[in-house]
């Protein structure tokens, strides 16, 4: 197998506009959760979302210039992040670029309809008689069949193909929760095995909309009402969590083999060192209560790192501010660490950032890699003190100095699909 | 340096689309293609306004029943229809016997590979619609109170994935594709990858296609389609499971080579970009194209970018195109995405075993019966966006 290498970065997120800048927001304790208006004057009880801020998708959209019509807000947002981490990496031009062997890993889900196409649709709907007369919503004039592109799964990945042109490997990744995790992971096998040289690896997901938050609402995964001002609604591992708070955003990093990053003179922030996905086979809406299904895919990403767990000095946890998912990961931590949890650091950034589904695993990936480079660690917002299933957990709730040698980095997926990565200080 | 996947067997296929569950009415309705049934009462839009209305046809998948399977009927009013074929072939993988008993006594060792669609879908129900529209507050509630159980999520690749899972009790390492037909042939491709590497023990693979949704004509004709290339939408999904040399108990297929890349669907001549490919792919399987017996390409939806395939492959292979040995599954059971590159492997086999390929009749949608005469099937899938992938297939006569 193959060393392979971090050479660049990129992420927006709430109204951070690059992943450096996002770290320090997160460094003074600062959240990008806010109460959005619209949801709230849909009548959402609790309209708290981490959206990306009206003053970055100005940025975003004066960077990206025109675009095609078939790019929606995710592609936009992916197509901006990753050009940061080419340009972090050296690799932006089309000539470095088209000299490598690559390929483009996207984690992103599928979309629902918009509440404007919801209503543009429903205008055809004959409640009567339960039909859509489909040539009237084709040729109404409000019927965009560009937005079928927009929200495409692999519409970003093949934006980003193109644009690289590494087009070894075109591969997006549906796996809900762990889906930027999951896209990372598989880059890193893919280059560790020899079948690529270089890889654009994360993702980007825009799940601030309306049919999005009525679902997560409906099986009451999403704190059901805003019982505390928006900033403390998401609070990963503490006694009164109750449910998740949505974000949104992007972020990506450019993957190498390390011996071809050396040969060009590649800056190189971090290594990975380990992955492993894992089903769990128990049911579609909770993990197994004692951990047993996380810590069986932590533990093989260590053994896929070939470290053991004393030799992991941080973990960024996927800590969604749930009762069932935090419960179920601390006793999987305290399995795996041992009395060693205790003084393990602990960091959950969903508390500061919401829940961004597939972009989450991507964002905390690269907000480890950063970790690695600072020697610092990000605060969990909002963590006062532990139910019992929590307790005996150190949750880092200022940023901390520490040496920091290797993050594990952890991403559950509604269903059971979960992945962990090990990421190693360069 | 590419891992070596020959030692990987594929076996156990199981089908579950319009002709049924058997291989073998699968293979007799491409030499006698079945009528697809009426669908939707929708029409092609047209500028004219005095154009004829074309009705839509589809070929849907017969109902299929998981609590049949041993899924739990809570469990099973979350699925939906893509989950409920994907459950249903991979049952019938578990179901078919003789079995390899490690793979399912030793679940943490089988992983899941898995090409689903995407298809736009009305979420809240239209029917729950109204209510919201004109009122903005008052109305939400009643909203969240219309939605089915896991509305939005069921429709979610996971989804599917986990009722998988959760049914063999698949505890592996695993991967979602979306969401064309490259999906189906990255799901084997990684599949395969994941034994050959060790990753897992056994992985199951599979490709689900699109479920007949009244919006899925509307993607359809965004993407070229029309409805008087005679390709009809269609349902299905199939599965094969991949093991170590020896641990199938009928081992007869190994994929020996393959290769992705990128082929512009407006590109005039893709002939020469599929040429790399191939070329790529049997380098890894050490053969020549003269090895080549037997072409299933996934079909295109638009007319034009299944000219320009036939065209390349024509010419890649020195023959013209009536005279390619070519079949299409398309042709009997619709257009199914990422499900069909996994029905033409389980057709591949049923062809190796036999000693027989189907090739399609040029100008109808019937195949007639050959000799297969060379030992390696070429599997192809070419997506409406671009997405390449090219895949050799070697096994041997039964």
Known sequence: MREVAVTGLGAVVGRCGDASGLFDCLQRGESMVREHPRYRDHGFRNPALASIADEVWAGVEASLGECPPGWGPSTRIAVHVARQALRGSGLHTPSACRASRGGVFVGHNKSLFTEADLSNLSRHHDAATGRVDLDAFIRGGAHDSDNHYRRNQDTAALALADETGWQHCISTHGDACAAGGMAIGVAYRRIAMGDIDVALAGAAETMGNFPALAAFTAIGAMAPAMTRPPHEMSRPFDADRTGFVMGEGGAFLVLEAAQAAAARGAPVLAYVRGFANRLEAHRISASVADGDEYLRCMQAALRDAGLTAAQVDHVNAHGTSTLANDACEAQALKRLFGERCGRLPITANKSALGHGLACSGAIEAVLSVLSLRRQLLLPTLNFQRPDEACEGLDIVTVARQATVRTVLTNSFGFGGQNCALVLEKA | ?398
């Open chain 2, 1 to 398: 340096m590419t891992t070596p996947t020959r030692h990987v067997a594929l076996g156990h296929p199981a089908l579950c689309c319009t002709t049924g569950t058997r291989w073998v009415d699968l293979w007799l309705a491409m030499l006698e293609p079945p009528d697809p049934a009426d669908w939707l009462p929708a029409r092609e839009p047209s500028d004219s306004e005095e154009a004829p209305a074309l009705p839509v046809r589809a070929h849907p998948a017969p109902p299929c029943d998981p609590v049949a399977l041993g899924l739990d009927r809570k469990m099973v009013r979350t699925m939906e229809t893509q989950a409920r074929l994907a459950v249903s072939a991979a049952g019938q993988v578990q179901a078919q016997g003789p079995w390899p008993d490690r793979a399912f006594d030793a679940p943490r060792r089988t992983g899941l590979y898995m090409g689903m669609p995407t298809v736009d879908e009305e979420v809240p129900p239209l029917a729950a619609l109204p209510h919201w529209l004109e009122s903005a507050n008052g109305a939400l509630t009643d909203l969240l109170g219309a939605l089915p159980p896991f509305a939005g999520l069921s429709l979610l690749n996971s989804s599917a994935a986990a009722h998988v899972s959760v049914l063999l009790g698949l505890q592996g390492a695993m991967s979602l594709y979306s969401p064309f037909c490259d999906a189906g042939l990255n799901a084997l491709i990684d599949g395969v990858l994941s034994v050959a590497e060790g990753e897992n023990e056994f992985a199951l693979i599979g490709g689900i296609g699109p479920k007949l949704n009244l919006l899925l004509p509307v993607q359809y004709l965004h993407w070229g389609w029309s409805p008087s290339s005679g390709l009809w939408p269609g349902e299905g999904a199939a599965f094969l499971l991949a093991g170590g040399f020896g641990a199938l108990a009928d081992p007869s297929l190994h994929l020996t080579g393959y290769a992705r890349g990128f082929v512009p669907p407006d590109e005039p001549r893709p002939g020469v970009m599929f040429a790399g490919l191939l070329d790529q792919a049997l380098t890894i399987a050490g053969r020549r194209i003269g090895d080549i017996g037997w072409i299933l390409p996934a079909a295109c939806l638009s007319r034009e970018m299944q000219a320009r395939q036939s065209q390349a492959l024509a010419d890649l292979f020195h023959r013209p195109t009536e005279a390619l040995p070519l079949g299409q599954v398309a042709q009997a059971v619709g257009l199914l995405g990422p499900a069909e590159p996994l029905l033409q492997a389980g057709l591949a086999q049923l062809g190796l075993w036999r000693g027989q390929r189907l090739a399609w009749q040029a100008g109808s949608r019937r195949h007639r019966e050959e000799p297969l005469e060379a030992p390696v099937v070429l599997l192809m899938a070419w997506a409406p966006h671009g997405q390449c992938v090219f895949a050799l297939l070697e096994g041997r006569p039964r």
